[in-house]
């Protein structure tokens, strides 16, 4: 037997096929992505606390990214966020649960003959198409047709074993106790760290005639232990509510397949009966193999047979514990206990683990300049009081605000940046530029304010008092800065296009009044109204508010798309 596992043949086809299928799924996902783009942010944001929803938005993001542990990692970053309640939390993942058999589904239908078809189609459309749309189309059929050429390869590489008396009696004993059977799927999955992989080498097992469908199903069952541990993986380091999360994710699977291996007889009882073909074949199968000590489950429907239980377990877990969401998410909460800290300064909203699914990330990325925004707004207010009341203890909190804002830059900027680096599409890449240049001219504006800032204290230190006229001036330019931030951070949140015609309007409007007001002053100066020092600190006042209302302007050109 050792000699047949060490067959080169069987090696490299189990490695090359399991690689190119890795590869295809990667394909298909990203080119799914692109396809849906903004749709899938619009769909997270539709999430209430109505459990039946969050189930259907876990279902339909999961169809399609193909993926259940990308929706269960980008769950725990929004729980981490503080953006998801941990009860949204379960009913996401466990309609993620069941988008993700929709893969099983796709590999059932033994299309492999039309892989090389699809490949060559795919490349077509991906490497000649002008039309962007056709592109991501050429890439979907491209992985699609990876993803089977892959599969049919791993089928052929396991051909050798059809003769190894050794493996066929491992496999007949992992259906004789499936526990084993479930711990060789877990320990597979986690090796593999992708369900819909290890699903993809249990069908070309199963269809080479080399397991039996009850071991077919001890290694499904295993498989859905298994997916949970890359979500727990990516909660270390997170808050409490993510890594109840992910604890919660690995809870209800471990328990529906506790009950589901208690049940056996029946469910596999129920598969059969639902399954379209022969529902005697798994049991001829075996009595064939018992007769003449042939390899078991090589029948025409054994992929149906094997995707439907995938499909069924999922469907039946989560019908079970939907009314029971409350009740699970307390007994997280009482196994994983604890009370988290609050961190002074933390990313509300972009989160590392979502860049493999850009349309979620570019959404986050938003959120969190909006966020900048906001800041850098309060900023210029909490400034412009201080300017007013001269009261230090302002100084405290617009200290902190400047360090967050300065922080904010730099995470976004590397964020944008990793981002940039993905499969992305030629629109968010333009936004991820425009968004750039935004978060830069944030955290200018916030420059300016601490300019203005430092140079009220000195004006204090100092027993500086300027003219009523002076003062006049510096109020009015400062609302009017103030109100060109407010609309163009309104603005930003909307997303509004419309908003170039006002904002310039506003700028230039701020333009005149420093350069008037300066003119003012300087005549001052001459009349001997305004002493030299005095003079010095408003003309630095004057043009700190004048470039904050220069940044302002470019933000607002960086949402229309102009920057």
């Known amino acids: 037997m050792l000699d047949i596992l060490l067959n080169e043949k069987l090696i ?21 992505q692109k396809i849906a783009g903004d749709r899938m942010r619009k769909i997270l944001s539709a999430l209430t606390n109505n459990r039946i929803i969050g189930t259907l938005v876990g279902l339909t993001v999961t169809a399609i ?45 033994k299309i492999t003959k039309y892989a090389l078809p699809a490949i060559g189609l795919g490349a077509g459309l991906k490497l000649f198409s002008r039309s962007r749309k056709w592109v991501y189309i050429g890439e979907v059929l491209l992985g699609f047709g ?25 496999f007949v004993l992992v259906g004789d106790m499936p526990l084993l059977g479930v711990l060789i799927g877990t320990i597979l999955t986690i090796i593999v760290q992708s369900s819909s992989a290890t699903m993809g080498i249990t069908i070309a097992l199963a269809s080479a005639g080399l397991i039996s469908f009850e071991a077919s199903v001890a290694l499904v069952l295993g498989e859905n232990i298994g997916t949970t541990i890359t979500a727990n993986l990516a909660a270390i380091g997170t808050n409490l509510a993510a890594r109840r999360t992910a604890f919660a994710h690995f809870l209800f699977n471990f328990i529906g397949v506790a009950y589901m291996i208690l049940l056996l007889p029946f469910f596999l009882s129920f598969v059969n009966s639902i399954t379209p073909g022969d529902a005697d074949f798994v049991i001829q199968a075996q009595q064939q193999a018992q007769t003449l000590g042939a390899a078991v489950g090589d029948k025409p429907f054994i992929a149906r047979h094997i995707a439907n239980t995938h499909s069924l377990f999922n469907i039946i877990n989560t019908i079970i514990f939907l009314p029971l969401v409350g009740i699970l998410a307390k007994l997280t909460t009482l196994i994983i206990r604890g009370r988290d800290e609050e961190m002074e300064f933390h990313l509300k909203y972009i989160d590392n683990r979502v860049l493999n699914t850009p349309p979620i990330a570019l959404g986050q990325a938003k959120a969190e300049t909006r966020r900048m925004g906001q800041i850098a707004l309060e900023m210029l207010d909490e400034t412009l009081l201080f300017l007013k009341d001269g009261n230090e203890k302002r100084i405290a909190v617009l200290e902190k605000k400047e360090e967050i804002v300065d922080l904010l830059q730099k995470e976004i900027t590397d964020f944008l940046v990793a981002l940039s680096q993905k499969s992305i599409t030629q629109d968010t890449s333009k936004q991820l530029a425009s968004m750039m240049h935004m978060v830069n001219d944030l955290e200018r504006v916030g420059d300016h304010c601490e300019n203005l800032w430092r140079l009220g204290q000195k004006k204090g230190a100092q027993k500086i008092i300027f003219s009523d006229v002076g003062e006049a001036e510096l109020v009015q330019i400062g609302e009017s800065t103030k109100s060109l931030l407010e609309f163009v951070v309104a603005g930003q949140a909307r997303e509004d296009k419309t908003i170039m015609e006002k904002a310039r309007h506003m700028e230039d409007n701020i333009d005149y009044l420093e350069e008037s007001m300066r003119n003012n002053h300087i005549a001052r100066l001459n009349t001997g109204e305004c002493a030299v020092l005095p003079g010095l600190i408003f003309i630095d006042m004057l043009h700190n508010f004048e470039k904050i209302g220069d940044h302002t302007f470019n933000v607002a050109q960086a949402v229309v798309g102009e920057k």
């Open 65 to 109: 990214i193909q993926s259940s542990s990308a929706t269960t990692v980008m769950v725990v970053g929004f729980v981490n966020a503080g953006l998801m309640s941990l009860v949204q939390s379960i009913g996401v993942i466990l309609g993620a649960n069941i988008g993700t058999t929709i893969t099983a589904q796709l590999i059932a239908f």
């Open 12 to 32: 490299f086809g189990l490695v090359g096929g399991l690689g190119l299928f890795l590869f295809g799924m990667k394909i298909m996902s990203e080119g799914l």
């Open 146 to 170: 990876l993803l089977f050429f892959g599969l049919q390869i791993m089928e052929q590489a396991f051909n050798p074993l059809k003769s190894s008396q050794e493996f066929r009696e491992i």
